[in-house]
C-alpha cells in the first residue's frame, strides 16, 4: 500500500506556520523529527525541547497569554500524560 502522504510534516508545517504558529515545544520523537527539523529551522520562531508533555502545556497556555500561537507536538501517549494538565488549563488554575 503507497503511503497518501509522503510529505505529511512538511504540509503540517505549512499549515501551522499559514497561522501565524511562532512558537513550537516538543518531547523529542523520531516519528515527528522531520517536523521538528522545519521548525527549528524557522528564525520566525521559537522552538524548545521539554522534558514532559505536562510542560509544553503550561509553556503553551503562557505563549498564548502573550499573545503569541503555539503548538506542542507529541505522540499519542503523551496526551495521556497530559489529562491532569489539560484539567488545571480548562479551570484557570496555571
Request: include cysteine; glycine fraction near 8%.
Amino acid at each position: 500500500m503507497e503511503n497518501e502522504f509522503p510529505d505529511w510534516p512538511h504540509a503540517l508545517f505549512d499549515v501551522l506556520r499559514g497561522a501565524d504558529v511562532r512558537h513550537m515545544s516538543f518531547v523529542p520523537d523520531a516519528g515527528h523529527s522531520r517536523l521538528i527539523e522545519l521548525f527549528t529551522a524557522d528564525r520566525d520562531v521559537t522552538s524548545n525541547v521539554l522534558t514532559t508533555e505536562e510542560e509544553g502545556i503550561a509553556i503553551a497556555a503562557g505563549a498564548w497569554l502573550g499573545g503569541t500561537r503555539s503548538v506542542l507536538l507529541m505522540q499519542s501517549s503523551g496526551v495521556g500524560n497530559c489529562i491532569n494538565m489539560l484539567s488545571l488549563a480548562t479551570i484557570s488554575r496555571f
